[in-house]
Structure formats: structure tokens, C-alpha cells
């Protein structure tokens, strides 16, 4: 049962995630304020001012994007065709877990799919063909705005996460809001975990004989 291996799987992640961020929560005190501030200021908050869109500024009734002063921004948002590398990936990203995810559930539509345009070059005219790389081509910059720019705008929003949480502990410890809070999420991973295992345990095995089938065909011994 894929699905259901996921269902487990994904609630040992999601537990797993709450015991990280609980652990961090409660060993605020070992980690000391002053690194956690060196590690938003220094990092998280560079790379989020680095990934944010260049901005146009009107000038004279003229639109103008000023110059970058950043490295990522000169060299991967700035250029045209960097923009749209970096976009591609970003795109690629959601389009290669959902066709992984498939997969699981036995729907191989990503690789139907370029055996069918493979198979295309090989029963048609030239001028057929070179329609159908250009409407691709075309489809595929479609791609990269339609899902690249959103996943841009996600990965910023998730770079914002770490500066946020890490804003809230430096305002929290003192009072001991932080750690009352790290042991909940500590509690609530592990009940994640442990409900991941019950469920996993009380799955019917996949090695149980299917209708029509011997017990012994399975490996199992009949008392």
C-alpha cells in the first residue's frame, strides 16, 4: 500500500520536524541569545534581502531598476537569462515530487509522457516536428513564469520563517515563554511519531496470502 507507507512516513517527518524545532526551543538557554542573533542578522536575514525581486523605480515618468548591490541579485536576477535558469529549477522542483509522488500510486504519467513525444519525432513531417519544439519551447517559458516566479515568492516567504521564529526567541526567552513552548513541540512530535508507529504496526502485513494463494507460497509455514 504506497499510500498508506507515505501516510506513516509523513507523520515520522512531521514529528521528526516538531522535535527539531522543540530541541532548538528548549536549548536556547546552551545555544545563547547573542549566537542566535549573529546567525538571523548574519545569515537568514542577507539571504532573504537577496532573494526579494529587483525593484522598478519610476524615474521621469520612465521605469528604471537600479542596480543591484548584492551579489545573488547581480548575478542570478539580474540577467535575463540567469533569471530564467534559476526560475527553471525552481519550477522543476514541484513538477519532479509530484511525478515521484505518482509513481507510488502506480501513475508513470511523467515518463508515458516523453515516450509519447519521443515516439511523435519518429511518424511525422519535419515542419510537424519543428511546430512541436517550438510550441514546447513556448510551453516551457510558460512553465517557468507560471510556476517558477510563485516557487520564487515561496521561497522567500520560507527563508522569512527562521527570521521570524528566531525574532520570536529573542523576545520570548527572558520570560520563559520559549521553552514552555519547545516542550510542546517536543510532546507533539513525539505523539506524531508514535501515532506513525502504531499505524505502521497495525497495518495488515504485505506479506499476508492474497485470495487463491497458499500460505506457503508466501514464505510462511502452515501449522
Same mark, same amino acid.
Given at each position: *500500500?504506497?499510500?498508506?507507507?507515505? &501516510?506513516?512516513?509523513?507523520?515520522?517527518?512531521?514529528?521528526?520536524?516538531?522535535?527539531?524545532?522543540?530541541?532548538?526551543?528548549?536549548?536556547?538557554?546552551?545555544?545563547? &541569545?547573542?549566537?542566535?542573533?549573529?546567525?538571523?542578522?548574519?545569515?537568514?536575514?542577507?539571504?532573504?534581502?537577496?532573494?526579494?525581486?529587483?525593484?522598478?523605480?519610476?524615474?521621469?515618468?520612465?521605469?528604471?531598476?537600479?542596480?543591484?548591490?548584492?551579489?545573488?541579485?547581480?548575478?542570478?536576477?539580474?540577467?535575463?537569462?540567469?533569471? &530564467?535558469?534559476?526560475?527553471?529549477? &525552481?519550477?522543476?522542483?514541484?513538477?519532479?515530487?509530484?511525478?515521484?509522488?505518482?509513481?507510488?500510486?502506480?501513475?508513470?504519467?511523467?515518463?508515458?509522457?516523453?515516450?509519447?513525444?519521443?515516439?511523435?519525432?519518429?511518424?511525422?513531417?519535419?515542419?510537424?516536428?519543428?511546430?512541436?519544439?517550438?510550441?514546447?519551447?513556448?510551453?516551457?517559458?510558460?512553465?517557468?513564469?507560471?510556476?517558477?516566479?510563485? *516557487?520564487?515568492?515561496?521561497?522567500?516567504?520560507?527563508?522569512?520563517?527562521?527570521?521570524?521564529?528566531?525574532?520570536?526567541?529573542?523576545?520570548?526567552?527572558?520570560?520563559?515563554?520559549?521553552?514552555?513552548?519547545?516542550?510542546?513541540?517536543?510532546?507533539?512530535?513525539?505523539?506524531?511519531?508514535?501515532?506513525?508507529?502504531?499505524?505502521?504496526?497495525?497495518?495488515?502485513?504485505?506479506?499476508?496470502?492474497?485470495?487463491?494463494?497458499?500460505?506457503?507460497?508466501?514464505?510462511?509455514?502452515?501449522?
Amino acid at each position: *500500500m504506497p499510500i498508506y507507507h507515505g &501516510l506513516t512516513l509523513g507523520l515520522g517527518l512531521v514529528g521528526l520536524s516538531f522535535d527539531i524545532v522543540g530541541a532548538l526551543l528548549v536549548a536556547v538557554e546552551a545555544v545563547k &541569545l547573542s549566537n542566535l542573533r549573529a546567525l538571523r542578522d548574519r545569515l537568514f536575514v542577507p539571504v532573504h534581502r537577496s532573494l526579494q525581486p529587483i525593484p522598478i523605480v519610476w524615474h521621469e515618468d520612465e521605469p528604471y531598476v537600479p542596480r543591484r548591490q548584492d551579489r545573488f541579485g547581480r548575478w542570478v536576477l539580474s540577467p535575463w537569462w540567469t533569471w &530564467l535558469l534559476f526560475h527553471a529549477l &525552481l519550477a522543476a522542483l514541484p513538477i519532479v515530487l509530484v511525478d515521484l509522488f505518482l509513481q507510488q500510486i502506480g501513475l508513470h504519467i511523467g515518463r508515458d509522457a516523453y515516450r509519447a513525444y519521443s515516439h511523435f519525432f519518429e511518424h511525422h513531417a519535419l515542419w510537424v516536428e519543428v511546430l512541436l519544439v517550438l510550441g514546447t519551447i513556448y510551453a516551457g517559458l510558460l512553465v517557468i513564469v507560471l510556476v517558477g516566479e510563485p *516557487m520564487h515568492q515561496l521561497l522567500i516567504r520560507l527563508c522569512a520563517l527562521p527570521i521570524t521564529l528566531l525574532s520570536f526567541i529573542d523576545r520570548k526567552t527572558p520570560d520563559g515563554t520559549v521553552g514552555i513552548v519547545g516542550a510542546a513541540f517536543l510532546i507533539a512530535g513525539f505523539s506524531f511519531q508514535a501515532a506513525g508507529a502504531i499505524a505502521s504496526n497495525t497495518h495488515p502485513c504485505a506479506c499476508a496470502p492474497r485470495p487463491g494463494q497458499s500460505a506457503t507460497a508466501t514464505g510462511r509455514s502452515v501449522p
